[in-house]
């Protein structure tokens, strides 16, 4: 319950902040914001119940599975050193697995309903598709199990989350300055939903850029991002049970389609 108030809180915060300071003014129901507003209670739930039950759970259970010197890592130490740790660790693993949806076709037909977005906001970051969510919150469990953080640890990485995630993806004119070499803020990641294949393949981090100023895959620039969404002209922006069922579709036939590759 106390994370969901938190949750609240935080999209308050933004909601305000986007009436004073957007880039580029839209609508407070701007398109697809009724979906939106459903996929919103399905991915808090999805980060409770995996993020917070099944995570903790997971953590204790490594105890015994696990020989003692192979888990809890980071066991012992203060809950904002596990958080840091925590926090670092899942965002190497998210930027890992985040390209290879960019990269990998069947996951790319998940992965494209969070890209299906034209206007962005802070509501724009609860867009995914429930199975993608849940495919990457399990992967997550495994570097859980092996660092073996606390509940508080836990709680306190899923608050960062939610916060870079809803920074990240808000339509706020703000920039962060040196801080844009560490953290993920609108600067950055607006570019990553642009509709051009070409200028999206970039900002791939989830609330640290280290890893995209790392390998190479940072991009900002001084210039607002263009059209945002996916470059298939058929894809049910605001439909949210045809977005489910549209991950599914044949495959193309011919790899030109958007943003995949015949790799996966």
């Known amino acids: 319950m106390n994370f969901l108030i938190i ?35 399905l991915n808090i739930l999805l980060r409770i119940l995996v993020n917070f039950i099944l995570a903790s759970a997971i953590a204790r259970a490594g105890v015994h599975i696990l020989p003692g010197r192979f888990f809890g890592v980071v066991r012992g130490e203060p809950a904002w050193f596990q958080a840091c ?35 962005l906001d802070f509501l724009a970051s609860v867009r995914f598709h429930p199975l993608e969510k849940l495919i990457d919150r399990f992967i ?56 051009d294949p070409l200028l999206r393949e970039c900002n791939y981090g989830n609330n640290l850029s280290v890893f995209d100023w790392i390998f190479g895959t940072a991009f900002v620039s001084n210039e607002q991002p263009g059209d945002f969404g996916v470059d298939d002209k058929e894809y049910p922006v605001t439909n949210i049970l045809a977005q489910f069922v549209y991950a599914f579709r044949s495959p193309p036939r011919s790899d030109a389609e958007r943003g995949e590759s015949s790799d996966g």
């Not at 670092?88 to 996951?107: E, G, S, T």
């Not at 509940?151 to 300055?177: E, P, Q, R, Y």
Request: with cysteine; aromatic share 18%.
């Open 85 to 119: 740790v925590l926090v670092i660790v899942l965002d190497f693993v998210f930027y890992v697995i985040h390209r290879l949806k960019h990269r990998w076709r069947w996951w790319w037909r998940l992965h494209e309903t969070h890209h299906s977005s034209i206007d």
């Open 140 to 195: 997550f469990l495994l570097p859980i199990m092996i660092l073996g953080p606390g509940d508080a640890a836990i709680a306190i990485w899923s608050v960062t989350d939610v916060f870079f995630g809803m920074f990240g993806h808000a339509n706020l004119s703000w920039k962060l300055g040196p801080l844009k070499y560490i953290f993920v803020g609108p600067e950055m990641h607006r570019w990553h939903h642009v509709k």
């Open 7 to 41: 949750a609240v809180c935080i999209a308050v915060v933004f909601f305000v902040a986007e009436r004073f300071h957007p880039p580029q003014p839209q609508p407070v129901f701007r398109r697809g914001i009724w979906a939106d507003l459903v996929y919103a209670p």
